[in-house]
Every structure is written in structure tokens, then in C-alpha cells.
């Protein structure tokens, strides 16, 4: 069972991380629903179009993102975004809110397409996403050469970026797809 390899009940897990699990995304949220409600992986894939080893494979990114999310909570992040937003665009400062608060590229590129009505070659997919945290991360390990508290905030930034390496979003049509 997935929950084994942490060494933990799912339901120790579920109380540790209850309150990132709305800070994933959709699919992973619905993914965790239904296994919290003891769905067999192999059913729950019946009922979202996919394998059993996706439904694991999947179930698994959620918890590693979970955990990663929770790592983050440690983090003094009022005072961290009150200072980014000195040096950085509002657009900048929206992907890099949207990876912290969801450690997710499709998910942070969603919410500025949206938030920016995004259409055509200026909308925002995973990569673009990722292209522009690596630009920030360049620009602020320039300004943390000059500048301390930068150079704290240019640490916290690449372990962001880091974890995007580990949990890329590959976005897949039938994994969209919800049966009745």
C-alpha cells in the first residue's frame, strides 16, 4: 500500500497534511478523496479513465507534494513576498505565489491565465511557467550577491525550484476526463 512507505496509517498522513490538500491540484485532491474513502486504486482508476499504476504513480506525486507543501509552512513567507515584491513584477510575484502555494506549474499557469485573461501565444502553460521562475531565481541570486536578505530569499526560491524538477505536472487529456 502507498501510505507504507512513509511508515504512517493514511489517515496519520491525512491529519498531518489536511490543510495543504486543498493547495493540490484538482485531480490529485479527487485522487486522495477517493482513496481516503477506501476506493481500491484499481476502481478508482475505472472511475477516472487511467491505470492502477497511474492511480499510484499519481497518488504518490500528491504525497511527496504534501509533504513538500509542508515543508514550506516552516517558512515566513509574509515577510518573504513583502520583500520579493519590491524586486519583482506583479507577474512575477503571481508564479512565484502560485508554486508556493501549490507547487504546481499547469496549476500556477491556470490561475494566471485566468487572473490575466491569457489567450493565444501570451497564455501560460508549465513551461512558460518554469522558464520565468528560472529568470527570477537568476535575477535574485544577482541582487542576494548585494543585497543579505536576498540572498535568504534566492535559497528559499531555488528550493521551490528544485521541487518543480521532482514534481513536474504532465498534463494529460484523459486525465481531465471524469466518467459517471
Known amino acids: 500500500m502507498i501510505w507504507t512507505q512513509f511508515n504512517i496509517g493514511k489517515y496519520d498522513f491525512l491529519t498531518k497534511h489536511s490543510e495543504f490538500i486543498s493547495n493540490l491540484p484538482k485531480m490529485e ?30 497518488l504518490g506525486r500528491a504525497i511527496t507534494r504534501l509533504k513538500y507543501l509542508r515543508e514550506l509552512s ?61 529568470i527570477i531565481l537568476k535575477n535574485l541570486k544577482e541582487v542576494g550577491n548585494h543585497i543579505r536578505v536576498y540572498k535568504r530569499h534566492s535559497v528559499t526560491l531555488d528550493k521551490v525550484m528544485k521541487s518543480l524538477y521532482i514534481l513536474h505536472e504532465v498534463k494529460l487529456p484523459h486525465f481531465d476526463r471524469v466518467r459517471t
Open 74 to 134: 516552516a517558512i515566513n513567507f509574509n515577510q518573504f513576498f513583502k520583500d520579493m515584491d519590491k524586486i519583482s513584477s506583479p507577474l512575477e510575484m503571481e508564479i512565484i505565489k502560485g508554486l508556493v502555494e501549490t507547487s504546481c506549474q499547469t496549476e500556477t499557469a491556470w490561475r494566471i491565465n485566468a487572473r490575466y485573461n491569457l489567450k493565444g501565444l501570451k497564455k501560460m502553460n508549465q513551461v512558460k511557467v518554469r522558464h520565468r521562475l528560472e
Open 29 to 58: 485532491q479527487t485522487l486522495i478523496g477517493l482513496f481516503m474513502r477506501n476506493e481500491k486504486q484499481k476502481d478508482i482508476g475505472k472511475i477516472l479513465g487511467i491505470t492502477q499504476g497511474a492511480v499510484s504513480s499519481r
